[in-house]
């Protein structure tokens, strides 16, 4: 019986580069719901207790706060 022939393990290939991921220019920031419900309280307050816009104070108060942008942290 002639002697059999062993598989050789492939020949190591050069690795394909991954591309670079570009981390974004400031990540979000992690608010919390009694946050944004202060804000968006003081919104309301400054806009003279107006009704019917809880909703616009709450998602602008959100926005202000993800991006370190309210009026009190502005100070900072």
Do not use: H
């Not at 290939?13 to 991954?18: A, E, N, V």
């Not at 108060?61 to 100070?75: F, G, I, K, V, Y």
């Amino acid at each position: 019986m002639p002697p059999v022939a062993m598989p050789q393990a492939p020949k190591s290939r050069p690795k394909p580069q991954q591309p670079v991921r570009e981390l974004p220019a400031a990540a979000p920031v992690e608010v919390t719901d009694e946050e944004i419900a202060v804000r968006a309280f003081e919104l309301y307050c400054e806009r003279g207790g107006e009704d019917g816009r809880d909703l616009e104070d709450w998602l602008q108060a959100e926005r202000e706060l993800r991006q370190n942008t309210a009026p009190d942290m502005q100070e900072n």
